[in-house]
């Protein structure tokens, strides 16, 4: 089955200590995003990777890292949280060859809270 | 820059019609998503419009006019589980081809 898969689903952790949220593909897409989403808000893009070794920045980096070592992983890095990062995040992906219409494809969201 | 309105909230009845609206201005344009999305789930894909005109999906039609920035999604025959958010993305031209999204619009379908 074609899915984007999060983990974990949910955590609750402490301000400053590092945390990963693993995001893993098996459709074998090259573009993989990371978007947080906070009501009011909307879904607002982190980090994107167009293949692997590239990535970059989207609309609210700050605070996070990404890689992108293999295709089918995209982690999310926090490497000091804070409380304003509490949120619900979603990774997606979607295929780049071919026509412009390949829609994303959302993993189930992760949702952090960061005391 | 980028901006992308739809209505925060609606409600309607169960088999009724109901049409969600959004206005969109961004710096380039490749394609406009709808996708729904249940409380606390996964936005799932509904339609995609590049061109003028309408693009009918079963219960589901989305329509777009590029030269208004304008698009709306029409939902059909209501049903209760039809209850969720519907977000309206645009494809952007820059960032390579990042969406940009709208806040959402949470329908919530009476019986």
């Known amino acids: 089955e074609a899915q984007v898969t999060q983990n974990p689903r949910y955590l609750i952790t402490v301000t400053g200590k590092k945390l990963t949220v693993t995001c893993s593909q098996n459709?074998?897409?090259?573009?993989m995003s990371w978007y947080r989403q906070d009501p009011g808000l909307g879904l607002r893009q982190i980090y994107y990777?167009?293949?692997?070794?590239?990535?970059d920045k989207g609309d609210v980096p700050e605070g996070y890292k990404v890689s992108r070592k293999e295709k089918r992983n995209f982690p999310l890095i926090l490497e000091s949280p804070s409380p304003n990062q509490t949120s619900l995040y979603f990774c997606?992906?979607?295929?780049?060859?071919?026509?412009?219409?390949?829609?994303?494809?959302f993993g189930d969201g992760t949702r952090l809270s960061i005391l | 820059g980028q901006n992308i309105d739809q209505p925060t909230e609606m409600t309607a009845t169960e088999g009724a019609i109901v049409q969600i609206n959004c206005t969109y201005q961004?710096?380039?344009?490749?394609?406009l998503f709808w996708y729904q999305q249940h409380a606390g789930e996964a936005p799932t894909f509904l339609s995609y419009?590049?061109?003028?005109g309408l693009e009918e999906k079963g219960r589901f039609s989305s329509f777009l006019s590029r030269s208004k920035g304008y698009s709306y999604l029409l939902l059909k025959e209501l049903q209760m589980k039809d209850s969720a958010s519907y977000l309206c993305?645009?494809?952007?031209?820059?960032?390579?081809?990042?969406?940009?999204f709208g806040t959402g619009t949470r329908l919530l379908v009476s019986p």
């Open positions: 997606a992906s979607r295929a780049i060859g071919g026509y412009s219409n390949q829609p994303q494809h």
């Open positions: 961004t710096s380039g344009f490749n394609g």
């Open positions: 990777s167009m293949n692997v070794e590239v990535t």
């Open positions: 993305a645009v494809r952007d031209t820059t960032g390579f081809q990042k969406l940009v």
């Open positions: 459709m074998n897409h090259e573009y």
């Open positions: 419009n590049v061109l003028d």
